[in-house]
């Protein structure tokens, strides 16, 4: 399947309507042999912008802002008026929808990424925008294919997993196992969305809004923070699998990109309060990046800081989106 | 059963040995009613040095070091010679045996210790030095009886818990309940103990021990730390039923103490990587209690700083043991 867009009709008009794909192809993982992969897009923008890869967290997928065709928000939403002047491409990660079980490396989506920019018939790309999982891509993506892409704009992501937020994460998989084990794999993914909703955020926002005490009812003790965090967890288990769970989180450990491949325009983004990358490993990163740019974004809200941070979020993403080099 | 030692005895020779024993007294819970209570303890230390109640976190019981009787490692063994100066008094906290599985707040184990002192005819008690759960006991004590201690150290603990540390802990409470929903206890015990492992030490401690790349064998990805986390966690629930977890996780919650019914010398210990129980909250306690003093531990190992910083700990040991009123 192509894109569903006319490219005559589009430079004619420079408007397009949104448009979902998806191909399959066989592709070559880096730990995993070979696989045939069905990989779903979104595109959506000016047909005469430069096209701007995105790419967020392990959760966040193709719908990046709404659209006329798309009409629910988007995990981006707050960046819609920021992400207008670019032409945005987004992909559902490969592994997201629990279709395999096997060990997914960054590497891998930014493989499967350049697979679809052929089936697509794009050689280039102006600009890769990630942020968390989306930025170890664009990493990856940056460094395999130099040729392809005009410039990275890498929010909160370093050159490797920090091991303390390794150790996190392998301990959340643990929890989808035992779920898994005990016949409720749903039980599992929840509590593991719950424990990782806690490392997306910071103890001075969980200060200021769970300060209550617990509450004691017969033999039942709930803290404040509790019920919040067990929606957060059942929402999510909602509609992710067990092996989607697995193998998302373990990618982002299995991340490991040479700073000295990443040989373009780049900018990073490192959050203040970000406990699970923390500033340091980014700040080394855009360090060991030939003349890279290095932004630190004041936040209260940790690693969730690209969602929450809408205004700043939104005037680097202007800027970057500034930078980029016309649609050819 | 009473104190199983003689004190014409003691008296005489200035020297006991170690011995333990346990008391059975019903207990007027704060949250759960009146219950009947086994409380088990051990006494150490020469008869004419001042009595010292010992308290450690939840993991922790009535033996805190080594001594002729009872020759195994302490879990704060490292101390005995800063504590040889004292006669140590330690108990295991109510819960810990799993007997019974209802709310358990510090202030029920601070009146337990209470009534186990009046069954061994000890009127006051020159000091009670608390880390972690224990501190939080330990200020129970201070404000339900100022008339029975002489000086409180209080270690690693503030005048309740941090709403984030809450979160981390109700989580791990989670875990155990998904193990028990799914007839495997001691998997969500050993999963909740990974979990608290990580709240007890830092990242940074994890960037210099836990440094190398994932390992991939087949479709089993492991991260650095896992070894150590799965050790960690089985050993514990070897000895800690699911219960025991729940009931003594759950108490740390339950920890609320008006600074103002503190009214004794007091010393308050930080450790400055704890982000469990961060400085500023202990900061804020000492200052809340009239003439308290602060001590702040530099360390890399965050809230475990009492059991790793063995020098500092001795260190602040030996002052306190110090200042208390010599024995009666």
């Given at each position: 399947m192509t894109v569903a867009i006319k490219r005559d009709v589009l430079e004619r008009t420079g408007e397009a309507p949104a448009s979902r794909g998806e191909e399959t192809f066989t592709l070559a993982m880096r730990?995993?042999?070979?696989r045939q992969v069905t990989l779903r897009y979104e595109i959506t923008g000016p047909v005469l912008a430069p096209i701007l890869i995105v790419g967020g967290g392990i959760?966040?997928?193709?719908?990046v802002i709404s659209s006329a065709e798309f009409a629910e928000a988007g995990w981006?939403?707050?960046?819609k008026a920021a992400l207008a002047a670019a032409r945005v491409l987004a992909i559902d990660w490969i592994g997201a929808d629990g279709a395999f079980d096997c060990p997914i490396d960054p590497a891998d989506q930014a493989v499967a990424i350049a697979t679809l920019l052929d089936r697509l018939g794009?050689?280039?790309?102006a600009g890769f925008a990630g942020a968390s999982y989306g930025a170890m891509v664009g990493l990856h993506f940056a460094a395999l294919y130099p040729e392809r892409l005009g410039a990275l704009l890498s929010v909160s992501a370093g050159a490797s997993a920090h091991p303390f937020s390794s150790a996190c994460r392998s301990l959340q998989r643990k929890a989808v196992a035992i779920g898994e084990q005990g016949g409720n794999p749903a039980a599992g993914v929840a509590l593991a969305r719950a424990l990782a909703m806690l490392t997306y955020r910071t103890a001075d926002e969980y200060r200021v809004r769970f300060d209550a005490a617990p509450t004691v009812d017969g033999d039942l003790v709930r803290v404040s923070a509790e019920d919040y965090l067990d929606a957060q967890g059942l929402r999510y288990a909602g509609r992710t699998t067990a092996a989607a769970y697995r193998r998302l989180s373990e990618s982002i450990d299995l991340h490991r990109v040479d700073?000295?491949?990443?040989?373009l325009p780049a900018t990073f983004v490192a959050v203040e309060s970000d406990w699970l990358v923390p500033i340091e490993d980014i700040h080394a990163l855009a360090d060991a990046v030939g003349g890279a740019r290095f932004v630190l974004m004041p936040s209260?809200?940790?690693?969730?800081g690209f969602l929450k941070e809408e205004a700043q979020m939104a005037a680097i993403l202007t800027d970057f989106i500034a930078t980029l080099e016309p649609a050819r």
């Open positions: 730990h995993s042999g070979s959760s966040a997928g193709q719908h981006w939403e707050p960046q794009i050689a280039r790309v700073p000295a491949t990443v040989r209260l809200y940790g690693h969730d």
